[in-house]
């Protein structure tokens, strides 16, 4: 009885299914291409328009504010009262400001100020909290007792208003406030560098590495730094818009850069002088801060997914 109940099962399989074999040339086929991590970021990120777009009108900027002011027929400092507050026009692209200058070269100057200060702005801070924090993480104790109460400290002050403190200390001009964008941003990339150093110290790897005699720095900077340098680069991706709002900010109020040099905030603090009878001298520049932010908060979206591997489709 059992023997013919296999039997009959045998022949439904039999039926129902085809035997299809192994062709074993097929085997060593790969479906997917093998490549590095980076590479599939970047081809992940490729397929994100809105994060290319960014990316584009950001390398447009990046040319613009190097190698306009040197192709222009006039100085960002020359004046000429004989043509101040000129509308757009084949000569004066932009037009002109109040007292002459032509605001086509002084934009794009103004844009390498502001540019720089914020990549600066938002690298140094980086570099000094993510050595701090990995740091903390790793020795624990009281070096992180100590570095996590002044990072509570710093935290409950508002940043524009610690920023502003240190600038009346320090002076205006770029540097002060990199300076001073750095001393005050440094904490939020500190905490997130030790919370990921006290995730990683004690994986096996790490420690596999630390038994065979890797030193402090190397098993940080060499095996647990690059396990979280993604979420760090999206940090500073997201931090760069920050750094350039408070820069046109601190421009506004006058604590920016100082004439005759130039930024966007300086020139949307001018343009606010002239709004009601020639309102482009404030919405071009803003515009440009605006246009330029938004362009880095689309990239940073876009490299957050692409790091992310749960969203990976192939």
């Known amino acids: 009885m059992k023997m013919s109940i ?43 328009k809105p994060a290319m777009a960014g990316l584009t009108y950001i390398i447009i900027i990046g040319i613009g504010v190097i190698f306009l002011p040197m192709i222009s027929n006039y100085a960002f400092t020359s004046i000429d009262f004989n043509r101040s507050n000129l509308s757009m026009s084949v000569e004066h692209f932009f037009g002109t400001d109040n007292m002459g200058r032509d605001m086509w070269t002084r934009i794009w ?15 140094l801070p980086a570099l000094m909290g993510i050595i701090i924090g990995g740091l903390c993480g790793y020795y624990g104790g009281k070096l992180d ?26 002076g205006s001009g770029p540097f002060a406030i990199v300076l001073a964008v ?13 919370i990921h150093v006290l995730r990683l110290k004690n994986l096996e790897f790490v420690l596999a590495s630390k038994a065979l005699g890797a030193s402090p720095a190397r098993l940080i900077f060499k095996h647990m730094f690059p396990n979280f340098i993604g979420i760090m680069l999206v940090g500073i991706t997201m931090f760069i818009p920050s750094v350039i709002f408070m820069e046109a900010f601190l421009s506004f109020m006058g604590l920016g850069v100082a004439p005759p040099m130039t930024s966007w905030g300086q020139l949307c603090q001018l343009g606010t002088m002239v709004f009601r009878e020639y309102p482009l001298q404030l919405v071009i520049p803003a515009l440009f801060i605006s246009f330029y932010m938004l362009a880095f908060n689309l990239l940073g979206d876009g490299i957050r997914d692409a790091l992310d591997p749960r969203l990976r489709d192939t």
């Open 6 to 48: 296999n039997s009959t099962i045998a022949d439904l399989c039999e039926a129902d299914f085809i035997t299809v074999g192994v062709n074993e040339t097929e085997t060593d086929i790969k479906v997917r291409p093998s490549i590095s991590f980076w590479k599939d970021v970047w081809r992940r990120l490729r397929k994100n």
């Open 109 to 123: 100057v103004g844009g390498r100020i502001s540019v720089i200060m914020g990549f600066c702005g938002a690298i």
């Open 145 to 170: 007792m100590i570095v996590l109460r002044i990072i509570d400290i710093m935290i409950c002050i508002p940043s524009m208003i610690f920023i502003i403190l240190i600038m009346l200390y320090l």
């Open 182 to 194: 750095a001393i005050s941003g440094w904490t939020g990339f500190a905490r997130g560098s030790r």
